[in-house]
Nanobody, 122 residues
Framework: QVQLVESGGGLVQAGGSLRLSCAASGRTFSTNAMAWFRQAPGKEREFVAAISWNSDITDYAESVKGRFTISRDTAKSTVSLQMNSLKPEDTAVYHC???????????????WGQGTQVTVSS
């Protein structure tokens, strides 16, 4: 059974940092792209960042570029999201996801984690 489990969320003040992690189990995703999406209350789930299978390519939403960094450890089947200079508008449930190739389209991601809550206070 494939599982993606996120961790590292929490409450932080504006300007602070958090590091999210996602561990995959049940199969290997060494040739898959991995990504982070987020969903705030009452809003659509939106793309945050993605990384290719060999980490050669990364992609970021404009709203997080320069503040967030995505990385992965293929041997450990994990993907991380370092979030710095957090803003209240970053508040959301963050989900990791797996796709065949790097893309911003959430419909292309076949596996999803349950999510971890990130709350940024002003």
């Amino acid at each position: 059974q494939v599982q993606l489990v996120e961790s590292g969320g929490g409450l932080v003040q504006a300007g602070g940092s958090l590091r999210l992690s996602c561990a995959a189990s049940g199969r290997t995703f060494s040739t898959n792209a991995m990504a982070w999406f987020r969903q705030a209350p009452g809003k659509e789930r939106e793309f945050v960042a993605a990384i290719s299978w060999n980490s050669d390519i990364t992609d970021y939403a404009e709203s997080v570029k320069g503040r967030f960094t995505i990385s992965r450890d293929t041997a450990k089947s994990t993907v991380s999201l370092q979030m710095n200079s957090l803003k209240p508008e970053d508040t959301a449930v963050y989900h990791c996801a797996v796709a065949s190739f790097i893309t911003r389209s959430k419909s292309r991601y076949g596996y999803w984690g349950q999510g971890t809550q990130v709350t940024v206070s002003s």
